[in-house]
């Protein structure tokens, strides 16, 4: 692939937006082949937790790609947004767990692609943000909706509105950032972060969680919660229950 690089390790990979010269930003052809590597790793079986950064030490993503959006006609600019949240959605509704370690400007399409990621790792240096209205335009990857969702609807509405860049630790303040590290260190957590995620946990429970999780937001609390114990019942008709269990039991951690 020419714009993403693929780094498989054990039981996870990296996935690296590698066009640097336009600090990562997005065009067709970078997000024709995000969805094509998402959809690799999802079903090679053996990656647990994808890892998606951005090349070079200046940007994460900085958006999505202006000059290639400049001229577009409305229909252009719908099937745009719509390559653009399938992208998305097909990393949120993966199999696999993502974390979005973000080394620098994750702006526009890029904070979107963030917010799709289950968890966010910033380096001190990251700086987030929606500027789509200085532009003439809204967030058209998703961003309306999921930063209301993690942030709540006032704090997005006003960074929405203003546009506004935050630093990493208003990012950490907001609960956008689960953690923030020195810029040196962020490839390392995230990896620690992937190896202690997969190590002793079973994967279907992981994948049931995630589910639950995502799709409860959705719903009203009582059909989230009956989503849980459907979910937590079907487990058992797979080995994980009675490997960790027993496990336990024995005073010794979870081979799954
Ligand atoms: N698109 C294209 N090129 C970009 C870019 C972007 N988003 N961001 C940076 N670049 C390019 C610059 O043009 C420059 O190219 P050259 O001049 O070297 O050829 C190169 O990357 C380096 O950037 P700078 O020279 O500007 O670097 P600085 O350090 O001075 O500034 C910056 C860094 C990140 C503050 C600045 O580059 C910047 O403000 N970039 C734009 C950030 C931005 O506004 N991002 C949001 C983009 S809008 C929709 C679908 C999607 C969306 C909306 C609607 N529908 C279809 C409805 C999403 C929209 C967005 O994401």
Redesign the pocket.
């Given at each position: 692939m020419a714009e993403i690089q693929i780094t498989k390790k054990e039981g996870y990979a990296l996935l690296t937006i590698d066009r640097p010269?336009?600090?990562n930003?997005?065009n067709k052809d970078v997000l024709t082949e995000l969805k094509a590597a998402i959809s690799e790793l999802n079903s090679a079986g053996d990656i647990r937790v994808v890892i998606v950064t951005g090349s070079g030490e200046?940007?994460f993503v900085?958006?999505?790609?202006?000059?290639s959006?400049k001229d577009?006609t409305a229909d252009e600019?719908?099937a745009?947004?719509e390559l653009?949240h399938s992208a998305m959605n097909r990393l949120s509704d993966s199999g696999m767990v993502s974390i979005a370690a973000i080394n620098g400007?994750a702006?526009?399409?890029?904070m979107?692609l963030a917010l799709a990621c289950d968890i966010r790792l910033l380096s001190e240096n990251a700086k987030m943000g929606l500027?789509?209205v200085?532009?003439g335009?809204?967030?058209?990857?998703g961003g309306t909706q999921r930063l209301a969702r993690i942030v709540g609807q006032g704090v997005a509405t006003e960074l929405i509105l203003t546009g506004d860049m935050i630093d990493a630790s208003r990012a950490r303040e907001l609960g956008l950032a689960n953690h923030v590290y020195a810029p040196g260190d962020l490839l390392n957590e995230a990896e620690a972060l992937a190896q202690k995620i997969i190590a002793n946990k079973s994967r279907p429970a992981q994948r049931a969680a995630k589910a639950v999780i995502q799709q409860g937001l959705d719903l009203a609390l009582i059909a989230g919660l009956q989503k849980e114990i459907i979910e937590f019942g079907e487990l058992f008709d797979g080995p994980d229950p009675k490997t960790g269990m027993t496990a336990f039991l024995e005073k010794r951690k979870a081979d799954f």
């Open positions: 010269k336009a600090l930003a997005l200046k940007a900085a958006g999505a790609d202006i000059a959006m577009m600019a719908t745009f947004a653009g400007f702006l526009g399409g890029g979107e500027p789509e200085t532009l335009l809204i967030p058209g990857f």
